[in-house]
Each structure stands twice: as structure tokens, then as C-alpha cells.
């Protein structure tokens, strides 16, 4: 009996000792982002002798992104997959790299700004009470609609999707004279189908994905901004995690993150010709108007600076560059 009773309490305390972080992510089930994070969990877990064990809840099974983050900060989940807005949510700074007209259609200079800044942005995280475990790319995002759109002008009028809270997009909005209809992500379909906004604007590939593409009539070829990702895990919940575990899962989620920019890149490019195989026009706007969005991206970093990003924020935006 005394046996029995050791034994048991040996195994209270190694479950105990183990960390488990739950993870919120809006990615559906069985796409290559919900395959790399289960390979990724499962390594984890066997690389830390399940020491350190991740959860995932794909799907938006726990919200959209703001439900998430609210979860991880009361603690009911330990971590989340953030995009642009909600990261500008927890620390302005890192929007910097998502500043319409920046980078224009070159994806790989936008990439590496995002990489030479990372050590300033993880900063900035932690000071926050969150740990990153990687950024990724989730693409060029491109203004798709209903009407024929052929300059900046061409566009002033037209309803448009806007993400609640986004600065940065309602900025941009006002700036270009679009008409801005708040909405959640998941309306946008519907919102699309009953004539309640006539564009949106994403990546490619949640263009596909979210079907807006049967929706849409035009694609501007003509980048307006760049989106990123990241994966962030609570201070609280990563203290826990031992530091000889803490080198492990680092090491490991690199790994994943470079797997996920790889098919993310790649699922952008294949998006791309599937929907102008469904039918959607690419428009070119004309040089003068690229020539115009400088001034629009100026206006908007003067408009922003001091209030979503800091004086510093741009500035280590600008030395990159």
C-alpha cells in the first residue's frame, strides 16, 4: 500500500512539474499552419520528455484574436497565434512594419526588415508580459472589390471592410477617401454577398481561403501593406518552463516558424493564380498613383507616430530601410 501510494505521488508531482500551454489559433484544422504546429507540439513534448506540452485550438474554437488574448491575460489560455492588430494591441511598435506603401510588391525586403528588427520587437513583447516564439510572414495584402478600380482616385467612395480597432487601416481609409464599414472577420463573406461593403483587403491566401474570392470582381496587382504574424506565449506561463526546456522549445519553434514562412509563402503564390483562375481581374494602377502612395505612406506614419507606434519605433524602421 505504502508503495502504491509512492508511486502515485510521484506521478502527482511530475504532472505538476509539467507545463502545459494552451494556444488559441483562428487557422482552420488541416491546413499546413495547423500541421506544422501539431508536428511542432509533438516534438516538444517528446524533445522535453513531456515536460512541456502544447495544446492547440484551431479554428477560432476559443475566438477571434482579441477573445484569445483577453483568455491568455486572465490566464485561461497561456498563449495565442497574433496578427497585425493585435499585436499593435500589445505594443504599438511593431506595426511599424505593417505601414501601407512601405515595401511596395518586394516581400523579401519586407521580410528582412522584419527579421533585423525582431530583437527590438521581442523587447518590446516582454516588456509587455508575453514571449515570443517566433514571427512569420503571412503575406503582401492586396485591395480586392466589386467595382472596377483602376487609380486611388477610382476608389474614393467605395465601402470597404475595415478590422474594428485597426489605426492603422482606419488611417489609410480616411487618407485614400474610402468609406469604412467595421465589421468581424467572419462577416466579411456574407457582408460581401449582400452588397453591405464591395471590398476587403488581405493576402492572397485568406483571399482563397475565406472564399472572398467568389465574391470579388478585381484584385489591384498593387500591394498595399505588408502583414505579419506572431506566436506569443504569456511571461507567467513560460516562466514555468525550466530554462534547460525554455532553449529546447526556442530551438524547436525556430524551426517551425521557418516551416510556416516557407508554406505560407508558397500557399500566397498558388492563391494568387487560383483566384485569377476564378475569374477575378488584376488591375494595374498607373505609375503616377504608385508615386502618390509615397504620400500617402508619409501621412500616415506623421498621423501615427506618438500614438500607435513610438518616435523610436519609426526611427528603427527607418535605419533598416
Known amino acids: 500500500m505504502k508503495k502504491i501510494l509512492t508511486i502515485a505521488l510521484i506521478g502527482l508531482m511530475t504532472q505538476v512539474s509539467a507545463a502545459r500551454i494552451k494556444v488559441g489559433v483562428l487557422a482552420p484544422e488541416g491546413t499546413n499552419w495547423a500541421k506544422h504546429m ?6 516538444i513534448k517528446t524533445a522535453t520528455k513531456g515536460k512541456v506540452k502544447f495544446k492547440f485550438y484551431f479554428g477560432g474554437a476559443q475566438g477571434d484574436e482579441n477573445d484569445v488574448l483577453r483568455k491568455v491575460r486572465i490566464n ?4 495565442g497565434i497574433f496578427t497585425g492588430k493585435t499585436l499593435g494591441d500589445i505594443h504599438g511598435d511593431i506595426r511599424v512594419v505593417e505601414i501601407p506603401f512601405v515595401f511596395g510588391d518586394d516581400r523579401a525586403k519586407a521580410w528582412s526588415t522584419v527579421e533585423k528588427l525582431t530583437p527590438y520587437f521581442d523587447k518590446k513583447i516582454k516588456s509587455k508580459g508575453f ?18 478600380t483602376e487609380s486611388l482616385s477610382a476608389l474614393s467612395g467605395v465601402k470597404i471592410w475595415s478590422w474594428e480597432g485597426d489605426r492603422i487601416v482606419e488611417t489609410m481609409i480616411k487618407k485614400m477617401n474610402l468609406v469604412s464599414v467595421p465589421l468581424p472577420l467572419p462577416d466579411v463573406l456574407s457582408s460581401l454577398s449582400t452588397g453591405i461593403i464591395e471590398a476587403a483587403y488581405a493576402p ?4 482563397v481561403a475565406l472564399q472572398w474570392s467568389s465574391k470579388v470582381k478585381y484584385l489591384v496587382d498593387f500591394p498595399i501593406a505588408y502583414s505579419v504574424g506572431s506566436f506569443l506565449i504569456s511571461d507567467k506561463a513560460w516562466k514555468k518552463i525550466s530554462p534547460e526546456h525554455q532553449k529546447v522549445v526556442k530551438t524547436i519553434a525556430d524551426k517551425y ?4 514562412n516557407e508554406s505560407n509563402i508558397a500557399d500566397n503564390q498558388d492563391a494568387l493564380k487560383a483566384i485569377q483562375a476564378n475569374g477575378v481581374q488584376m488591375l494595374q494602377f498607373p505609375k503616377a498613383d504608385q508615386e502618390k502612395a509615397k504620400t500617402l505612406k508619409s501621412e500616415i506614419m506623421t498621423k501615427l507616430k506618438g500614438t500607435l507606434f513610438s518616435d523610436e519605433g519609426l526611427n528603427k524602421l527607418k535605419s533598416v530601410l
Not at 485561461?76 to 498563449?79: A, H, K, P, R, Y
Not at 510572414?137 to 480586392?144: N, P, W
Not at 492572397?204 to 483571399?207: S, Y
Request: hydrophobic share 40%; net charge positive.
Open 131 to 148: 514571449e515570443n516564439l517566433g514571427f512569420f510572414e503571412i503575406g503582401l495584402v492586396y485591395f480586392v472589390s466589386q467595382k472596377k
Open 257 to 260: 516558424m521557418k516551416k510556416v
Open 76 to 79: 485561461q489560455l497561456q498563449g
Open 38 to 43: 501539431k508536428k511542432m507540439g509533438k516534438e
Open 204 to 207: 492572397a491566401m485568406p483571399i
